[in-house]
């Protein structure tokens, strides 16, 4: 991976830490990858980090059906859920592929890397 691009992954992968929205667990695959870059793990924990990002990022689809269901609710909060379900509609309408929270747009801008980063 060349220098710019790993820039690039690096800070995408500091604002999905920082993302309120993070998963643990991606929270810790993001973390396990950044102390191997540049050691001879680095390779093999890329490969898990993109396999637990594809994993993790929430198409709209599936978002929309959460917000809509009980369990959605008692995440959210009943109010927040159907605001949530709406927005998500909205974005996808207008084209919107996946959850635009801070820790899917981040993922979506690493996912973009993909071909580079492997």
Do not use: N
Request: glycine residues 4%; charged residues 30%.
């Amino acid at each position: 991976m060349d220098k710019k691009t790993l820039d690039y992954v690096v800070e995408k992968t500091h604002e999905l830490i920082d993302a309120q929205t993070c998963s643990s667990e991606t929270r810790a695959a993001a973390q396990a990858w950044l102390d191997a870059v540049g050691t001879e793990q680095e390779a093999v924990e890329t490969k898990k980090y993109i396999e637990e990002l594809e994993a993790d990022i929430m198409p709209i689809d599936t978002l929309i059906g959460f917000a809509e269901s009980d369990a959605g609710a008692q995440v959210f909060g009943a109010d927040k859920a159907k605001d949530v379900a709406a927005h998500a509609k909205e974005i996808k309408a207008a084209g919107a592929e996946f959850c635009d929270c801070p820790a899917c747009v981040a993922v979506a801008a690493i996912l973009e890397k993909k071909d580079s980063i492997l």
